[in-house]
């Protein structure tokens, strides 16, 4: 049906919808004078629809209102269904009232056994299974936090090293040893001195605003040389550094953990508020005399806190870093929690690290338990006596951890820093599954008798309502021929148009297996695909829902294959093709961002090609299920904003980080990996695990076209594909319309014609 015609039909529709009888007959009457085909559709629809399942049209942009109104419709019951579901209800109740009370009450009490030991039986299985998965969550967790974290601490040792073997810094550390080992030497010859100065004015980027770094150099003597600043310069290192400095005189390259700032100088009182973490190496001379230590200061709290905190397990879920004192060298996760609890040291509040002590209360604070005893005098938890006794391990029968609250952890004791790793989570949230299992066969126990009556009569009703989109697969105008697909939400299948006979996909949600939710998100798939228009997006045809609570609509039928079946077939695209399907996703990309909507889950399965119109290679960006508007709507908030949708390889990392996160170059992040896939034939990352694969993500350096490729890739798509992937939202491209420029001047210069479209297609074929 053309769009003309269409929308004729769409507001004859509208226009006939409220009226009686036989006003409605007269207007049809005068309306579709002469054109019988008109009035047969029109009366086709009227006959299978109901006003009460349109779509809202507050929700649904003025251009695509009408034709929505006519085809969002609720089609009425087959009255062929009516007559064999009646007959199976009945095969179901009459043996049942057959049998007599006694033979029945026997059954209900063998049943109520038999489930109570089946009930037994899977709630041991599924504690057993539940156990071996979090103890693999956890120390996958943590092995990935610890190799986050020695990464980070390989970088901070290699910067250290590089400075403190810089020639003008060896020089003028050896020019103030000079200074401050002359006899009567006092500290203002090292403030006065032109080596301090030129010093200061080298290192001036370690410690500039930008940075949020700080130095010192420390002579063999433990006195400081030079430092950013300037109130210690010439003051002796505190009995606190002294092993740190003959570690680093031996030839070590030494990571402090995290300590009050001015622990480690004479008479200045430490500043528990702001916790600074060092990093130091040798400083030699040319002879390989080792002068002193290079020492960088960097903020706690950054990066060694955020590593730790990047990923947590559950709502309980936390990990931290711990020392041999049995402080808590680095920020928890409930910080209201340890208030409230009374955890922290006096006189200390904001961070907690170094405030809480990872010991044993012996009762759960957090449930209202205060302890008799000091806190001094309480044993280190279970976990931490282990770890700082050099054994890692894993607890998955629970302990009590600082606050009181049985949690199951795993551990690792890293001795060349002096601390240790944990990641834990409290038992009544990892084990909350097992309660849903109790809860699920102690009702089924208590409903059993009243239940048995009616067990046989819902399974015929749901083989029935079954049978309605199987074999017999009539849904109103649509006759169902065959299942083309299975979605998360839905079936899919191919389906032909009563009176326009034109081959169409109909997608299908059974209300009765389906929640509320997933209904409105059906719903809102079928709403936000129908605001677009390009040519290069799925175009829905028709929307309803029997009453049988069947829903469905009626799409486009595309015959094809998706991106990662074309590549699985024959490997990686020339250029010009990649490029002439790239164009066509981004237009598709640009009116969907246009309109506010975010789609969230792009990736090659998502990507149909075609051969559409007697023109080839043609692009089809499908499954806007998990799509979300940028602009507030209602139907925006059908989806959790804070769950994580979408395929690993293809989340941006931002979105790892945050899901609720509704930035255009989140899917801009998504075109840039199926860009790689394309050029190259295979995934940007690989990991066994979708813990690796989001580690890759967040931390992986993408390997650029010009290295994975097998052909040589243009230098400007190469750089296109590297800005996509950028980690930082900001060093992306703002919007598609920019990639767009790039891709249409790169066609010019690696054209891909009809063609060599149909070139490919008959060689595929």
């Not at 976990?383 to 952890?409: E, F, I, K, Q, S």
């Not at 929640?515 to 290069?536: A, K, W």
């Not at 829905?540 to 799409?555: C, K, L, N, P, S």
């Amino acid at each position: 049906m053309d769009p003309k015609r269409h929308r004729q039909v769409g507001e004859l529709f509208d226009a006939v919808l409220d009226l009686e009888e036989e006003k409605r007959l007269e207007y049809l009457d005068s309306a579709c004078r002469g054109d019988p085909e008109l009035r047969a559709e029109v009366e086709s629809l009227l006959s299978h629809h109901h006003e009460r399942t349109l779509i809202p049209q507050a929700a649904i942009p003025t251009q695509a209102a009408v034709s929505l109104k006519t085809l969002a419709a609720r089609p009425g019951r087959n009255p062929r269904k009516v007559g064999p579901w009646r007959r199976w209800w009945l095969l179901g109740a009459r043996p049942m009232a057959s049998i007599g009370p006694r033979p029945i009450l026997l059954f209900v009490i063998g049943l109520t056994v038999s489930l109570a030991l089946i009930g037994w039986w899977v709630h041991r299985g599924i504690e057993r299974s539940l156990r071996q998965d979090l103890a693999t969550q956890l120390q996958t967790l943590l092995r990935v936090d610890v190799a986050a974290l020695e990464n980070w601490i390989a970088f901070e040792d290699a910067r250290v090293e590089r400075w403190a073997q810089n020639e003008d810094v060896r020089r003028l550390t050896a020019q103030l040893v000079q200074i401050s080992e002359q006899p009567g030497a006092a500290r203002d010859d090292l403030l006065n001195s032109p080596s301090l100065a030129e010093l200061i004015r080298l290192l001036e980027p370690l410690y500039s605003q930008q940075t949020n770094l700080g130095f010192s150099i420390i002579s063999r003597a433990g006195k400081s040389l030079a430092d950013d600043n300037l109130d210690t310069v010439g003051e002796a290192l505190s009995p606190a550094g002294g092993p740190y400095l003959r570690r680093i005189l031996l030839g070590e390259t030494v990571l402090v953990k995290p300590s009050p700032q001015g622990k480690y100088a004479v008479g200045i009182e430490p500043d528990y508020k702001n916790l600074l973490m060092f990093s130091a190496a040798p400083i030699t001379n040319d002879k390989g005399d080792r002068l002193g230590a290079m020492v960088l200061k960097f903020p706690a709290n950054e990066k060694f806190t955020q590593i730790l905190s990047m990923a947590q397990l559950g709502k309980t879920g936390e990990t931290y870093a711990f020392d041999s004192q049995g402080d808590i060298v680095s920020d928890l996760r409930d910080t209201h929690a340890v208030q409230a609890a009374g955890l922290l040291r006096s006189g200390r509040s904001g961070h907690t690290a170094l405030s809480v002590q990872v010991r044993d209360p012996g009762g759960d604070l957090t449930a209202g338990y205060r302890a008799d005893s000091p806190r001094s005098s309480w044993p280190l938890t279970r976990m931490a006596a282990l770890a700082t006794a050099g054994h890692d391990g894993c607890d998955m029968t629970g302990y009590r951890n600082y606050l009181g609250v049985r949690v199951l952890g795993a551990w690792r004791w890293l001795p060349e820093y002096d601390f240790g790793v944990t990641t834990e989570m409290a038992v009544q949230d990892a084990y909350a599954p097992l309660r849903y299992v109790r809860w699920a066969f102690g009702g089924l126990l208590g409903l059993l008798v009243l239940l048995t009556g009616t067990v046989l009569a819902t399974s015929f009703a749901y083989l029935s309502l079954q049978g309605q989109v199987g074999e017999s697969s009539q849904l109103g105008e649509y006759t169902l021929k065959e299942l083309i697909g299975q979605g998360g939400m839905g079936k899919v299948y191919k389906a032909r148009h009563a009176l326009l006979r034109r081959p169409t996909a109909v997608k299908i949600l059974d209300g009765v297996e389906a929640d509320r939710e997933t209904v409105l998100r059906f719903e809102r798939e079928v709403q936000l695909t129908s605001q677009l228009s390009h040519p290069n997006t799925i175009q829905i045809y028709d929307y309803g829902r029997t009453r049988e609570d069947i829903f469905y609509y009626a799409m486009e039928y595309l015959p094809g294959l998706n991106l990662g079946e074309l590549v699985a077939a024959g490997g990686a695209l020339p250029v010009g093709r990649a490029i002439y399907l790239l164009r066509q996703v981004c237009g598709s990309l640009a009116e969907a961002h246009g309109c506010g909507l975010i789609h969230r889950d792009i990736k090659p399965a998502n990507i149909m090609l075609c051969d559409r119109g007697g023109r080839f290679d043609v692009i089809k960006v499908l499954d806007f299920g998990l799509a979300r508007s940028r602009l507030g709507e209602p139907s925006a908030q059908i989806t959790d904003p804070h769950s994580l949708g979408g395929t690993p390889l293809y989340i941006a990392p931002e979105r790892i980080r945050d899901p609720s996160i509704l930035d255009p170059r989140s899917d801009i992040y998504a075109l840039g990996a199926v860009a790689f896939f394309l050029l190259t034939g295979r995934q940007l990352f690989a990991g066994k695990t979708t813990a690796d694969l989001f580690y890759q993500v967040m931390n992986g350096v993408p390997e650029r076209l010009t290295s994975a490729a097998a052909k040589e890739m243009p230098p400007e798509l190469d750089e296109l594909v590297a800005a996509c992937l950028a980690k930082d939202p900001t060093d992306r491209p703002e919007r598609m319309a920019v990639i767009l420029d790039t891709l249409d001047r790169l066609a010019a210069a690696f054209p891909w014609s009809q063609q060599d479209a149909r070139r490919s297609w008959q060689a595929a074929m």
